[in-house]
């Protein structure tokens, strides 16, 4: 989410950080024009005798940046505003039974209520591909360049801490009125439905669970990247640096 600009507290963005604020919140952007400025940008950078450095992120674009992976096809033209339509008029039970005649498999990963995931499941059927494929695109194609990939390592108790500290420094920073600003036209942001419709206390309560929750599968995630090295974080950022840059030099 860090490609839309308009919500940088809510996304913690690092204004000198490339591909970060490139499209507006009413844009639908995908993972294949993402990869595409990715590989021109990292090719720019290793031209210039210099080493990008990637940082992630939502495994699937984590992976676009670093490889040629062969991602979903493009969807034709109106099909996700349709599925939309199906999904909000209709309901959920009704959109989900209908993936379920159409692709029961992807029916079967996919939570009815879910619906970013079911109209997404929808419009990869129309398009002839499924949302879950026979083999995983998973880390299964070679990096374009020779990459080292790290891995950032904190126990979840340290994590679940810093987690509630982000959290209540987003409200102080002024993330309430970000997200005012902002309109109903936005993508699918993680807290941006409890910071819109929850009380301060609340909302923050609401953040640290999904964060929570949406940390434990990122770990899950990186740990499954073939030749990950990982990295004792529960430390000064300057040890950490240091570490990283001691393992890099090795390689």
Known sequence: ????????????????????????LDRQGTVGEFQQL?????????????????????GLWFQAALTDVQLPPEVPPGARARWERLYDRR?????????????????????????????????????????????????????????????LD???????????????????????EEVRAAGDVVPQVLGLDAVRSLPREDAIAQLERDTIRFAAYQRKWMRRIPGIVMIEADRPAGEVADAILEVARAR
């Open 1 to 24: 989410m860090q490609v839309y600009r308009g919500l940088p507290i809510l996304t913690n963005q690092d204004a000198g950080a490339g591909l970060v604020g490139i499209w507006p």
């Open 38 to 58: 990715a590989h021109r940008a990292i090719d720019e950078i290793v031209e210039a005798g210099r080493t990008p450095v990637v940082v992630g992120g939502s």
């Open 91 to 151: 309901g959920a039970a009704t959109a989900h039974g209908v993936l379920a005649r159409r692709d029961p498999s992807a029916a079967a990963r996919v939570h009815p209520n879910d619906r970013k995931r079911v109209v997404r499941a929808l419009e990869l059927w129309q398009s002839g591909a499924t949302l879950v494929p026979e083999k995983p695109r998973l880390w299964t194609a070679a990096t374009r360049v020779p990459t080292l990939v790290l891995g």
């Open 154 to 176: 904190l126990a979840p108790r340290v994590l679940a801490v810093r987690i509630r500290a982000r959290a209540e420094a987003m409200f102080e920073a002024g993330v309430e």
